[in-house]
């Protein structure tokens, strides 16, 4: 009877959570508080080195600000920068847990965004309650299909996903070109790489033009939100999930428990690409309206940014893709206000990475921020 | 030459490694230091060796404090280590290992490898090492593989040798041997420091034994006066039981019947050849080898995570020649990887992800797709409880486990359930004494359930003392059987078994 | 976010009211321009549309800005930004078409003006600048077919659309003719203006792609090549200038590139210029005098906005005879005896 009592006495003692570690809240609020801040100051020593006046830095970071988050407008700018990335990044973060470097959402965001498109032309006639979910899901299929075929060659003969995702990426480039001059596709009249352009039932609507003509942020925010509850439920909530990050933290432990390490690769891009390729949907039906060529605009390659910067973690991966949003529809409030180059953010974009990938530098910079002693493995 | 420590503290954020240790170590004389693993010794051997400074406490050699700042300092002040895992380069000859990076140069910076291969020759007599310098590593065997970091070490002019667990890789008659070479080393004048977690050679070879544990010394002994079990109750801080406690031997049906099984090595080299063997219901079937010879793949390709290349694996009167690691787990089939590490634990997840890492598919953990965390979280705390995974709580990150722990959460996964079968290979390397009871005594409970049970280990006294039948594995075969129907099973024999020595 | 609510509507209606009013005086009038991707040191149109936002900066007194675009995504956001911030804004390219007009039509009461594009209809708010570059690009032909040794010239461009085809077309056209008039076989390489197909770089951006297409055709026998996609030239020049002019010479588009591209103006045989500044500053003038409407501006050999530039230093190996008829073509271009385009 005792003893049964202490066992379940220690079962329960088992059962409880630690508080957070200090190291928890320093790796995860203080260096990448730090690494913003670091930026931010050599983004202004930049500036000053390019023979910028002191008050024209202090004018560009108001700009900066105010560009973001000061007004309606920065608001729906910051997260309409912000959805594609979020989307796109949530799809390399899937790939980070489950230990696959996917590079290749620059070419999923294009072959969605066009299946998207063509299926947006396409279907007139349509309600918008069965086209825009139809270009969508046409959106989310294209990106699945392109990404898989990294991930069946990965699985099929081990040639790496970095190499595949790349050539991936080059012969989608191609693709889209080839594809916009297609009569089928290709804008009536026009001799240049454009599509028709998306019918209004296949539009993502608009938010807020009752308040304003101008202001560009659409529904796709909601889409974007609900992946990323999606992709938390999924990592963390589901037997999927458990596959992909022990598959990421350790493959041969996940072999010899008895996974199929084949097929989660498969379907780890397939899931990772569905993400871009809905992020490629969202930019054609919610930003754009059409396909161009390069209308990916490099936000694949801003994902992986925003991927490592968010930790892998969907809930950081919004708050990366935030501050990315942030740094672009601020960094033209910049060029407006300060005529400082567009270049600049680019070099804080870079500088931010930089110092998250590199905690030990912000450590040495801020020791004060920290607790003595870096916290290290025993023994 | 004497080296005095006094009062080494060591810290890591909040974790005491090494708390206030006095230790001398004299020229002409082995000392043990005995402990658990996590109890501070190696922390302990890397201040000494200069990868660690000492937080409190300072190093004395021959009475002069010394500041080492880097492991190069301890290196000139004559103090070498050889790891437990070596640092050679396989494709290069023995001359050529031992002078790496402090290649003796003729005129114009030329290597000089005439004058190394001398110099090693000299060393080898000294010693009576008999290495030939001009051997490839690849082609050694282990135990003259470690005569290789010897002597690295004596090339470099080391006055003391910290050995750290030497013997773990080594056969039974390569451990005799390389006592041999501990003796003569003591009789140059050399100081010797011999980390170990087994009593046994501690006693046969050290001339004054010190015990850590929780990063202090708490104890000392002298072989001759003190007992295995004294030592054993030091190490940790109870007393402990070496006898394996069982029932008599009755084996029921076959469950694990293996007919001409063949399986071959990534680079399609046979290592397991023609292999016949069975394990019957309520047995403990022991494989005792050398490591190397083909054990791994053998338990690989039982459990599934390994292609057979010829041969048929029955269990149970059913064909599971191509089963998948999956369907052999559920079929009653249970296995304790020999890494754990690398493939028996996965160190970022917590210890109850851990504990459902191959049954989280299984109904009482999930519903279609989704995770029922609450059943984890339950069935993990009492699985922790019962086979005593010592942690401050199932949300701890496996990888800050003990190796002991880790081993134990890797039994509880495997044995908490309904198993018939239990592959272990090396369940309890690099275990402290105190976990190999335990485990031990839950492997002996499997059995006493009436499970089958195949361990493969290279330690020969687990195999001795737990085992009912003994199969010697050489170059892929079974080359002899011990106890049961076979032999008596005699240390002396299985180890000239495991050598290749046909008897 | 109420108060900020209310402060940007606030904005917004203050802003749109100075818009709405009347002529603003020179220094109080901000003219604004939006780049393509090349930005706005491309030595071509979106610089040549810039210098005519600083000639009216220098001569009328006005405020210039500019916003660079990185990627296709940043052409309406960058219009929107600029909105009730500028009294003109002036967009560059044919790429930013269908931005400005959904910006145009969003917003009534903003002027805009648009290099290289014409609506049609045409927008009430929005003025189109064109040019008929292939009345340039005829004589660029008509001299390169009198100059080229090796009996070859060459041409790429950088995407397959009007403004840039239309140099590939004039040029064409003008070595044509010169083989009409001469009796010789000089060929074009990289354009067939029956098909509409040629050399593209597909974009407007990379130096490599614009050396690599001059050797090609450089290896195919062309000894002058007309680059037609902005800064892409520029490593075309440099190509030139690695062989030796005599080998092969570059015809400048947009901008007189001897002077924009002063280290390596020698390669140089002449440019077709685009006069865009002259047209921009034109634009900035009305809208000023407030006799600014939508419509379209043409620029032409008959006013100026487009032409050939000096020869420079090729001033010399030009035989004398070649200029003559040269002036002679031109005026018969702007007179309509040579009917240049389709």
Same mark, same amino acid.
């Given at each position: ?6 066992? /379940? ?106 299946? /998207?498109?063509? #299926? ?21 299929? !294209? =990106? ?25 990426? $080059? ?38 033009? +009752?308040? %304003? ?6 529904? =796709? ?11 938390? +439920? ?71 940014? #925003? ?73 | $030459? ?11 954020? @909040? ?31 890397? #201040? ?25 300092? !301890? ?30 140069? *003729? ?60 013997? /773990? ?52 002994? #002298? ?58 219901? %309520? @047995? ?9 010879? =083909?054990?791994? @793949? ?74 029922? +965390?609450? &059943? ?35 039994? !509880? ?71 049961? &129907? ?18 | ?82 909105? *009730? ?11 930013? %078409?269908?931005?400005?007009?959904? /910006? ?69 056209? *003008? ?14 390489? %990289? ?84 006069? $865009?500044?002259?047209?921009? $500053? ?16 043409? *620029? ?43």
């Amino acid at each position: 009877m005792s003893e049964q009592g202490e066992t /379940a006495t220690l079962t329960a003692r088992l059962l409880e959570r630690a508080a957070p570690k200090r190291a928890d809240f320093e790796d995860l609020v203080i260096v990448p508080v730090f690494a913003v801040v670091v930026a931010l100051i050599l983004g202004g020593v930049a500036m000053l080195a390019t023979n910028v006046d002191l008050e024209t830095i202090g004018r560009s970071y108001v700009a900066l600000a105010y560009g973001s988050i000061g007004s309606i407008n920065a608001l729906s700018e910051t997260i309409t920068a912000a959805t594609p990335l979020i989307l796109a990044g949530l799809g390399v973060a899937l790939g980070f847990r489950a230990g696959l470097f996917n590079i290749g959402a620059e070419g999923q965001i294009l072959m969605g965004g066009m299946a /998207a498109v063509v #299926v947006g032309f396409s279907f007139t006639g349509l309600p918008m309650l069965v086209h825009l979910p139809l270009a969508l899901l046409a959106g989310i299929v !294209a =990106g699945a299909l392109y990404a898989a075929i990294a991930g069946w060659i990965r699985a099929a003969t081990g040639a790496h996903e970095v190499i595949l995702t790349i050539m991936l990426n $080059m012969i989608s480039y191609r693709l889209v070109d080839y594809m916009l001059r297609m009569p089928a596709i290709q804008r009536p009249g026009r001799s240049d790489p454009i599509s028709s352009s998306v019918l209004p039932t296949a539009e993502l609507p608009r938010l807020l033009e +009752w308040l %304003g003509p101008n202001l560009r942020l659409h529904s =796709g925010v909601f889409l974007m939100l609900a992946a990323v509850l999606f992709v938390y +439920w999924l990592l963390f909530r589901s037997t999927i999930g458990f596959e992909f990050r022990a598959s990421g933290e350790s493959p041969e432990a996940a072999r010899f428990a008895g996974m199929r390490s084949g097929l989660i690769i498969v379907l780890v891009m397939a899931l990772g690409g569905a993400f871009a390729g809905l992020a490629g949907a969202n930019q054609v039906l919610g930003v754009l309206g059409r396909a161009s060529s390069g209308f990916s605009a490099g936000i694949g390659f801003d994902a992986l940014a #925003v991927a490592l910067l968010g930790r892998s973690h969907p809930f950081g991966v919004v708050i990366a893709g935030l501050l990315f949003g942030a740094l672009e529809a601020g960094g033209r409030q910049m060029q407006v206000d300060a005529g400082v180059s567009i270049d600049l953010i680019g070099i804080i974009q870079s500088l931010i990475i930089l110092f998250i990938a590199a905690p030990l530098v912000v450590r040495a910079l801020f020791p004060w921020g920290f607790r003595k002693g870096a916290p290290a493995s025993k023994e | $030459m004497e080296i005095e420590l006094r009062g080494i503290t060591k810290r890591f954020g @909040e974790v005491v490694a090494n708390s206030d240790v006095n230790l001398t170590i004299r020229a002409g004389e082995v000392l043990g230091l005995l402990g658990e693993n996590g109890a501070g010794k190696s922390t302990l051997m890397n #201040v000494l060796s200069g990868l660690y400074r000492p937080d409190g406490g300072e190093i004395l050699i021959d009475g002069k404090p010394v500041q080492f700042r880097g492991p190069g300092d !301890a290196i000139r002040a004559g103090i070498g280590m050889v790891h437990q895992h070596f640092m050679l380069v396989p494709v290069f000859t023995v001359a050529e290992n031992v002078v790496l990076g402090v290649e003796p140069t *003729g005129p114009v910076d030329f290597l000089d490898l005439k004058k190394a291969r001398a110099q090693v020759r000299e060393i080898n007599e000294t010693y009576g090492l008999e290495v030939d310098p001009d051997e490839y590593i690849e082609n050694l065997p282990v135990g003259v593989q470690q005569r290789v970091e010897i002597i690295k070490v004596l090339f470099r002019s080391a006055n003391a040798i910290i050995f750290d667990e030497p013997t /773990a890789v080594l056969t039974p008659q390569e451990v005799t041997e390389f006592f041999a070479i501990v003796k003569s080393l003591r009789s140059a004048g050399k100081a010797i420091v011999f980390i170990t977690h087994k009593l046994h050679e501690i006693l046969e070879v050290a001339d004054r034994i010190s015990v850590l544990r929780e990063g202090r010394i708490v104890g000392e002994g #002298v072989p001759g006066k003190t007992t295995d079990l004294e030592l054993a109750e030091m190490m940790v801080g109870r007393p402990v039981s070496f006898k394996v406690d069982k029932t008599p031997f009755s084996p029921g049906p076959v469950l694990l019947d293996v007919q001409h099984l063949t399986v071959l090595r990534e680079n399609d080299a046979v290592a397991v050849n023609d292999l016949t063997l069975n394990v019957r219901a %309520g @047995e403990i079937v022991g494989i005792a080898g050398v490591q190397g010879n =083909g054990q791994s @793949e053998l338990v690989e390709a039982l459990a599934g995570v390994r292609r057979v290349a010829g041969g048929s694996v029955m269990f149970q009167g059913k064909d599971i020649t191509g089963a998948s690691a999956r369907d052999r787990h559920r079929l009653g089939m249970a296995h304790i990887p020999e890494d754990r590490q690398r493939t028996g634990i996965i160190a970022a997840f917590t210890v109850a992800e851990n504990m459902v890492l191959d049954t989280y598919y299984d109904s009482r953990f999930s519903r279609g797709l989704a995770m029922d +965390w609450q &059943a984890v979280n339950q069935n993990s705390a009492a699985a922790a409880a019962a086979f005593d995974v010592r942690t401050p709580s199932i949300f701890e990150k496996a990888g800050h486990l003990s190796g002991g722990n880790q081993q134990k959460l890797v039994v !509880a996964r495997e044995l908490n359930r309904d198993t018939k079968l239990l592959i272990a290979s090396q369940p309890t390397r690099g275990l402290d004494v105190g976990s190999i009871e335990y485990i031990h005594k839950r492997i002996v409970d499997a059995r006493e359930e009436g499970d089958g049970i195949l361990i493969v280990s290279s330690e020969l006294d687990e195999i001795m003392s737990l085992c009912d039948r003994i199969l010697v594995m050489f170059k892929g075969r079974i080359v002899a059987e011990f106890g049961a &129907a076979g032999r008596p099973a005699n240390k002396n024999d299985i180890g000239l078994a495991m050598a290749g020595v046909a008897a | 976010m109420k108060r900020s609510l209310k402060t940007w509507l606030a904005a917004t209606l203050l802003a749109t009211s100075t818009l709405t009013g009347f002529g603003a005086a020179a220094a109080d009038f901000t003219a604004c321009e939006v780049t393509d991707t090349g930005g706005i040191d491309d030595n071509s149109f979106n610089q040549t549309a810039w210098k005519g936002v600083q000639d009216a900066q220098a001569k009328l007194g006005i405020k210039g800005r500019y916003l660079e675009s990185q990627a296709e995504t940043d052409y309406t956001a960058n219009i929107n930004s600029l909105l *009730g911030q500028c009294d003109l804004i002036i967009t560059v390219g044919f790429l930013l %078409g269908d931005a400005t007009k959904a /910006a145009a039509e969003a917003n009534p009461n903003q002027k805009f003006s648009i290099v290289d594009y014409a609506y049609d209809p045409v927008l009430p708010n929005v003025a189109g600048q064109v040019y008929a570059t292939d009345q340039a690009a005829f004589l660029a032909g008509y001299l390169a077919a009198g100059m080229t040794k090796s009996g070859s010239l060459g041409v790429f461009g950088g995407i397959n659309i009007p403004p840039v085809t239309i140099f590939m077309d004039g040029f064409h056209q *003008g070595a044509e003719y010169y083989n009409k008039q001469k009796g010789t076989k000089v060929k074009v390489l %990289g354009w067939d203006p029956a098909k509409r197909e040629g050399l593209f770089t597909n974009n407007f951006d990379s130096l490599d792609d614009g050396r690599a297409f001059a050797q090609n055709l450089y290896d195919e026998g062309a000894d002058i090549v007309l680059p037609v996609a902005g800064p892409v030239g520029l490593g075309s020049a440099a190509l030139a200038n690695e062989l030796g002019v005599d080998k092969l010479k570059i015809i400048g588009v947009d901008a007189d590139l001897y002077l924009t591209d002063p280290e390596r103006k020698h390669v140089y045989l002449t440019s077709i210029m685009k006069r $865009m500044d002259a047209t921009v $500053m034109e634009v900035i003038d009305s809208a000023m005098k407030g006799t600014f409407k939508g419509g379209v501006v043409v *620029g032409s050999l008959s006013n100026g906005g487009v032409d050939l530039a000096p020869l420079h230093d090729m001033e010399t190996m030009v035989p004398d005879e070649l200029k003559k008829e040269l002036a002679t073509i031109r005026q018969q271009i702007i007179d309509g005896t040579i009917k240049v385009g389709n």
